[in-house]
DNA sequence: CCTCGATATTTCATGTTGTCAAGCAACCGG
DNA sequence: CCGGTTGCTTGACAACATGAAATATCGAGG
């Protein structure tokens, strides 16, 4: 069992704190030099990978469904997004990034310095090292 | 020179990713229980610690000031914050947790899973080699 | 085939968070 | 005491988020 007040956890955990700070920062940065808000980023990267209906998009940013028709209709307004029939399913709406719209993503991801900055200082045996805390951190450890 | 592309410094970012999404899944959650926002969260965990001036709580979670006005106004029509004069400083409001305030704040502390659950994984020497690593790549290394 | 319940999306009302500009009160240096 | 600065609030507005209700479609059972 580990005490709540374990130092060198809480530690741990503060320092975690910052890098989900420092790295949310980073993100609506980024996306803010696209003019767009840090959740048309997120809808916008998803877009770029492949199309999906509203509501997978939904699941994806666990949020209402309804939140979704809003976000994407600012996208869609902007061409960088669009929606498209299912074939499979009338109901459905596939939203999809557009050729504008996928390079935007692109351009996003590159300039999302987070990827190589605060690594920079690592050596490559100490980002495996990194990796692998990480990885059984989220218990991805488990097959 | 380290390339964009590299697979591990993808997988390292990748793994950040979740663990940011993770954090704020369960802090959102957290903050639920006890009928919070996350930003009334935060505010209330810096208020919880110690009073300080709106001007302040800006800085801390990098947003206008206009807006901390909003977000104290609701924590303290629930009587969990209360604005106090400044002795040394009579344009200053300071913004303190009132006493169910600063309960509010421990149990919203005792009940965010995300210290104890993910790290239980690892053992202290683990937690010791993480805790540098992330130490290093925020650049804490500096003195 | 037809109806009934479930599903996918949208619309509407509402609340919170965020920005920016303008305003007021209080501080401070000359 | 005056003028500029600082700290906070207010107002108008956009984005995000939820929940409830409306619409259209699907799918299974009668």
Same mark, same amino acid.
């Given at each position: 069992?580990?005490?709540?007040? #374990?130092? *060198? ?5 503060? *320092?975690?704190?910052?890098?989900? %700070? ?6 609506? &940065? ?5 003019? +767009?808000?840090? =959740? ?5 990267? *998803? ?10 998009? =939904?699941?994806? /940013? ?9 976000i994407?209709d600012?996208?869609?307004? $902007? ?6 029939? #299912?074939?499979? #399913? ?5 939203? %999809? ?5 996928? @390079?935007?993503?692109?351009? +996003? $991801? &590159? ?7 605060p690594? @920079?200082? +690592?050596?490559? =045996? &100490?980002?495996?090292?990194? $990796?692998? *805390? /990480? ?6 450890s =488990?097959?």
């Amino acid at each position: 069992m580990v005490p709540r007040t #374990d130092a *060198l956890t809480r530690e741990v955990v503060d *320092l975690i704190g910052t890098v989900v %700070a420092r790295y949310h920062e980073e993100y609506e &940065e980024a996306a803010a030099k696209h003019s +767009l808000t840090g =959740a048309q980023a997120k809808v916008l990267a *998803l877009l770029s990978r492949e199309a999906m209906p509203m509501r997978r998009i =939904a699941q994806q /940013l666990k949020c209402e469904p309804s939140n979704v028709t809003g976000i994407v209709d600012r996208l869609e307004a $902007r061409g960088l997004a669009e929606r498209r029939p #299912d074939p499979d #399913d009338r109901r459905v709406k596939l939203a %999809a990034a557009t050729h504008e719209g996928t @390079a935007t993503a692109e351009h +996003l $991801r &590159e300039s999302l310095g987070f990827a190589r900055e605060p690594l @920079a200082d +690592l050596s490559p =045996a &100490e980002r495996t090292t990194l $990796r692998d *805390l /990480l990885r059984r951190m989220l218990g991805e450890s =488990a097959p």
